[in-house]
């Protein structure tokens, strides 16, 4: 009888990940014998646990929040996309090599296709792997980019984000503090915020205040899905703007790792199925 086939998310903290319903959902669609785990891993811990997964029978991982860069020394072989990014986000395991790629550029892409032609001025709030991976997206999908801010609780960050991002695409690029950018007066197309504020223990909280940066047309797209509505996009709603939040990303992003794992796209049916269970 053939061992079923294991998967697993790796992060930390995971309480508020829905990453198991929709994988499990879909080995179900699929009549796939396989399982998809929560592997919750104390940064200090890191090292030492991924040694100890290397030696176990796994077939593929998603990482979150904090490894999404941290993973790329322990990797066997990075996608020419991922290692442009940064980050990794999905691991393929064959034959006991561990493969990087990184969905999330592209599920942050599919909410926001029909917007992205007009997108000329742009604000990403944090600058860790999330961050890349939207960065990168714009520079390679938003043709009317003339301007993209990166604002970051520490300011290191940021320029290293910005210098990974200038070597893509030439434009005019700004980097703030998020203190900074909260006090602006200075409108955007697009503002997204990559950070963990308005999650979990700082659910009261948000990146910044949207007052003075929204105009009409202004999408805010938050890429926290639990809770569905951060206070962060309440306020963007409240000011007019479109508001977006990580769902669409999280399930279209789940679906780039399962072809990359099983060759399989979700299909509508299921897309649709998991929009309305996982976002209740």
Not at 30 to 40: H, I, Q, S, T
Request: glycine share 6%; proline share 5%.
């Amino acid at each position: 009888m053939a061992e079923k086939q294991r998967f697993a998310i790796l992060g930390f903290p995971l309480e508020h990940s829905r990453s198991p319903q929709i994988h499990q959902r879909a080995f179900k669609t699929f009549g796939m014998d396989a399982v998809y785990l929560k592997r919750e891993i104390p940064p200090e811990k890191f090292e030492r646990e991924i040694s100890r997964l290397k030696e176990e029978n796994w077939r593929g991982f998603n990482v979150t929040i904090p490894f999404k860069e941290k993973i790329l020394p322990y990797l066997d072989e990075v996608h020419p996309v991922a290692r442009k990014i940064g980050a990794v986000n999905t691991i393929l395991v064959r034959d006991k090599r561990w493969i990087g790629f990184n969905t999330d550029w592209q599920g942050f892409l599919r909410p926001i296709e029909s917007a992205l032609s007009r997108f000329e001025r742009c604000l990403i709030l944090g600058a860790g792997g999330a961050a890349r991976a939207v960065g990168f997206a714009l520079l390679q999908k938003a043709s009317a980019l003339q301007e993209l801010t990166v604002a970051n609780r520490t300011l290191s960050r940021a320029n290293a984000l910005v210098d990974v991002l200038q070597a893509n695409r030439k434009l005019q690029y700004r980097v703030l503090d998020l203190p900074s950018a909260d006090q602006e007066h200075r409108t955007y197309d697009l503002i997204v915020n990559t950070t963990a504020l308005g999650m979990g223990a700082m659910k009261t909280m948000r990146p910044l205040d949207l007052r003075g940066k929204c105009h009409e047309h202004t999408v805010v797209y938050d890429l926290i899905y639990n809770p569905a509505e951060t206070v962060f996009l309440r306020q963007a709603r409240m000011l007019g703007a479109s508001a977006i939040n990580g769902l669409p990303m999280l399930i279209f992003q789940a679906e780039e790792a399962f072809k990359i794992w099983t060759g399989q796209p979700f299909g509508e049916a299921l897309v649709r199925e998991l929009t309305e269970t996982v976002g209740n």
